[in-house]
């Protein structure tokens, strides 16, 4: 063990973003690496790079980590314009993640996905500086296929994923968990929520919100309520709307509705609480639903290649959750869903076979294959 003269202060920059799904993760592993590294009798302090008007920012800011603006812009759609405006950003991004580099002089560089890894995952090679990706999603986005040849480890969520990496390339660590999974008692988030002995259901979109899944939710707000109670996390977006439909409802239903902007610490709470969730198929679903043991009913988007689609397929294919296409949203979620939250039997079974996928230690795994790589 290091003593206090010649301890190691480690530098790690983290970065990733686009969805809570980038971002969260890298979060849960920063909290893992510091409490290994100082277990070893060593220091450590991060930085954050993300975009400037990105969901990271603001996540960073809540979190405390120190934030570097880099420049990026999401590579989509045919307009060649667009696509020129998209490598010019790219291009004024590495610059930025270069110099950022050489001011900071990372150990190691953890890069979770989104577009804004691409620029500092190649001043990151640039620089010379070992790179750990993450793969959260079964199925890797274009910026993490692009930076695979420039990563000294790869760490996935399943072994389904390892297909496409030569041997020894990838780690399968699981996907890595916020603070408050550890030790979930239904009852007791049942009781922080103030739920009943009746079927709750978690509706969310995440930090941006699902738009289909609102809708169909707004649109049948009374069905649902007398079906359920609900925890819905609508984004920012649809907030005002819900709030206003849930301040015409009867007070008995009014009582039935927990009506949220999104959540973060509580999070895990609300997954312990209800039954079951409906949600899109983020990559934060492959490990945050098994670890509560929370069956779901899917509706992947079709977007950025339809990642979305296979880990909405993983889960449903080990029998703990259906899928529903997108674009069939309103015609079958509220009976599918309701069908469900009544067959006490099947949401058991479904509930054991989430726990089967069950990982509550890749965030610790992934810190130790940043720590193998660092120098």
């Not at 010649?6 to 920059?13: D, W």
């Not at 079709?302 to 449903?316: M, S, T």
């Not at 509930?351 to 130790?368: G, P, T, V, W």
Request: glycine share 10%; hydrophobic share 45%.
């Amino acid at each position: 063990m290091p003593t206090e003269g010649n301890a190691r202060r480690f530098r790690i920059l983290l970065s990733g973003g686009g969805s809570g799904g980038h971002v969260f993760p890298a979060f849960a592993v920063s909290d893992a690496l510091r409490q290994l590294i100082e277990e070893r009798g060593n220091a450590v302090e991060f930085r954050f790079a993300g975009t400037a008007d990105g969901v990271e920012s603001e996540l960073a800011a809540e979190a405390g980590l120190p934030y570097a603006t880099i420049a990026a812009r999401a590579l989509r759609g045919r307009n060649i314009l667009s696509k020129m405006l998209s490598v010019g950003a790219t291009a004024t991004g590495v610059l930025d993640a270069l110099s950022l580099m050489l001011r900071y002089r990372p150990h190691a560089v953890f890069l979770t996905g989104g577009y804004v890894s691409a620029p500092v995952g190649i001043a990151a090679w640039l620089a010379r500086r070992p790179i750990v990706l993450l793969q959260p999603d079964i199925e890797p986005g274009w910026t993490l296929r692009a930076l695979t040849p420039f990563a000294s480890k790869i760490c996935v969520t399943h072994e389904r994923s390892t297909e496409r990496y030569a041997e020894g390339k990838s780690v399968v660590t699981g996907y890595p968990l916020r603070p408050g999974f550890e030790d979930l008692d239904k009852p007791l988030a049942r009781a922080y929520f103030q739920l009943n002995g009746g079927p709750a259901l978690l509706v969310t979109g995440a930090v941006r919100g699902a738009q289909r899944i609102n809708d169909c939710i707004a649109n049948q707000l009374e069905q649902w309520l007398e079906r359920t109670q609900l925890i819905h996390i609508s984004g920012v977006n649809d907030y005002p709307r819900l709030s206003s439909l849930r301040e015409s409802l009867p007070a008995k239903l009014q009582s039935r509705y927990r009506l949220y902007t999104y959540m973060a610490e509580e999070m895990p709470l609300a997954m312990a609480a209800c039954d079951l969730a409906v949600s899109r198929a983020g990559a934060s679903v492959m490990g945050e639903y098994p670890a509560a043991g929370l069956p779901a009913v899917l509706a992947p988007l079709g977007e950025a290649g339809g990642h979305q689609r296979y880990n909405a397929e993983l889960l449903a294919d080990a029998g703990g959750a259906v899928v529903i296409d997108n674009d069939r949203v309103s015609d079958e979620l509220y009976e599918t869903t309701t069908q469900l939250l009544a067959d006490h039997q099947r949401l058991q079974s479904m509930r054991e076979s989430m726990l089967n996928l069950r990982r509550i230690d890749a965030a610790r795994r992934i810190a130790e294959v940043i720590l193998g790589v660092a120098k």
